[in-house]
């Protein structure tokens, strides 16, 4: 496998591997990244597509892109998917995936020109005092001391971070500004998490900096994650033949290891409570989801908690890791990301709403109407002062096909599980669905008067516990994570959030699809390039322009400083004036 970037190969169609024919494919999972995988073996590897079994332990594909409406219950999305224009292995990927909705037409093509008529952003981004204080200002707060923290992390060499935590790097500097309450609820990271991911992250998405106060660099798909994502992946591989095994768990894979050698032998399934196993050969490939951000989650009602549950069941992504950890040291340290779910836990809430009464008062905030079919909240609203740290989104409605016209769906969610919360004096994790829905209408400035009756009669609200959730953000160093394919390995590769490989970063729907690609790119020797991560890092412009972002738009030349390196700088700047170097400095805002 190799990368590439530009037209040359992105266009290309890859030669037939050799003895593709062969082989089959064994994938573990149906998640984003197992569904790609499954997607380019079929595509690009030209596999038959009954030679391709899929195992998923429940009776629903999906892995954490959900969006269901369970009997009885409602309406649940765990989670949402923020797009960035440059996820280049989802573009390649999606341009070929047909649209479920439109004839002749692409998935891409559809979220293209839906993006491009209705671009993404936000009127509101910050609310205080129950919805008084609402606005998206614009600006960071950081002073030249946080800056240059920021600065520091990015240019910190990995290695240096291993183990590390954001306190480590960052002080009240940073930690008290407009910044890290835009970063920390946008990604859901928490002070303790990793200082390796936080510059990860940075230098990812340094061209988009100057969108994070009012989220325009976000792109989103029509209807929740599930039926604009996965549905469509789904029958595009049935199409092709590709076999799905549901109610069956991957309890075990059994490798055979050699000196520079590793071949996954034996898979071992739990099929409605029967064991079978799967002997493999060299010939046969197994993809593995290893860990899960979703295992253990739980799922209440209006009127029931989510249970805090964050046992290891048999079967589960960890504990399947677990065992697989233990036959090599490359296969990764699955403890260092599943040991704490105090540490790794946050709650959502899926709200639909059921009359007339709450809208005004999203549209108050928001400050579009809801039912317009357009970008809403263009992206989530965090209500600062909330003691879960509180925040909610609305995108574009309906977000199921089958929503009743007249019904809203939302999504909130709070990363302080353990905390009382303002109105409702109980951790969020005790609460029912409609304890939770009280909370959020009082920070959205409903009346305390009418509080309970709005969330009773008005909303049906279910609440979502993720043990697991941020896991892939705990402290870790090299090797704690498997590489997608292991030095070594014949016949099998590592998926997912939980599988290593560069440049990337975990919590998107990129990072999943990537590894699903470069794996089967690796086992099949594809011959076309793998995408290359977007290099904006390397962009001059694109750092020029993040800091400048981080001031404010102030630029660098009113930095304080002594009168003699001012007099030294104003000597140096007056001579590049008429150069390019100039001009790009004056461009971008630096002098």
Known sequence: MYYSSGNYEAFARPLKPKDVDRKSAYLVGTGLAALTAACYLVRDGQMKGEHVHIFEKGPIPGGACDGYQ????????????????????????????????????????????????????????????????????????LSDRGCMEIMKLFFTPDEQLYEKRITDVFDDEVFSSNFWLYWRTMFAFENWHSALEMKLYLKRYIHHVGGLPDLRALRFTKYNQYESMILPMIRYLEGYGVRFHYNTKVTNIEFEIAEGRKQAKTICLLVDEHEERVDLTENDLVFITN????????????????????????????????KIAAQDEAFGHP?????????????????????????????NICQRDPFSGGVVTGGIVTARDSNWLLSWTFNRQPQFRDQPKGQLVGWLYGLFSDKPGNYVKKPMR?????????????HLGVPESQIEDLAEHSANTVPVMMPYITAFFMPRKAGDRP???????????????????????????EYSMRTGMEAVYTLLDIDRGVPEVWGSTYDVRDLLNAAVQLRDGRPLSDLKMSW????????????????DLGRLLQEYKII
């Open 70 to 141: 369970y009997p009885g219950i409602g309406y649940v999305m765990r989670g949402g998917r923020e797009m960035d224009n440059h996820f280049e292995v989802m573009w390649d990927l999606l341009r070929s995936i047909p649209s479920i909705e439109t004839d002749g037409v692409s998935v891409l093509d559809e979220y293209y020109w839906l993006n491009k008529k209705d671009p993404n952003y936000s009127l509101c981004r910050v609310t205080e005092k129950q919805g008084q204080d609402a606005h998206t200002d614009g600006r960071f707060g």
């Open 291 to 322: 860990g899960g951000c979703v295992e253990s989650t739980s799922i209440g009602a209006q009127d029931q908690p989510a249970d805090f549950d964050p046992a290891l069941r048999p079967g589960s992504g960890w504990d399947l890791w677990k």
């Open 430 to 442: 005790d609460c029912t669905g409609k304890e939770i829905c009280m909370e959020w209408l009082y």
């Open 564 to 579: 003699a390196k001012r007099f030294a700088l104003d000597k140096v700047l007056d001579k590049l004036q008429e150069t």
């Open 335 to 363: 403890e260092v990301f599943c040991s704490d779910p105090e540490q790794t836990n946050w709650m959502s809430a899926t709200i639909t709403t059921l009359d007339e009464r709450i809208v005004p008062y999203i549209q």
């Open 483 to 509: 590489a997608v394919v292991p030095e070594g390995a014949v016949n099998f590769a590592f998926l997912g959030q939980f599988a290593e490989t560069p440049r990337d970063t975990i919590f998107t729907t």
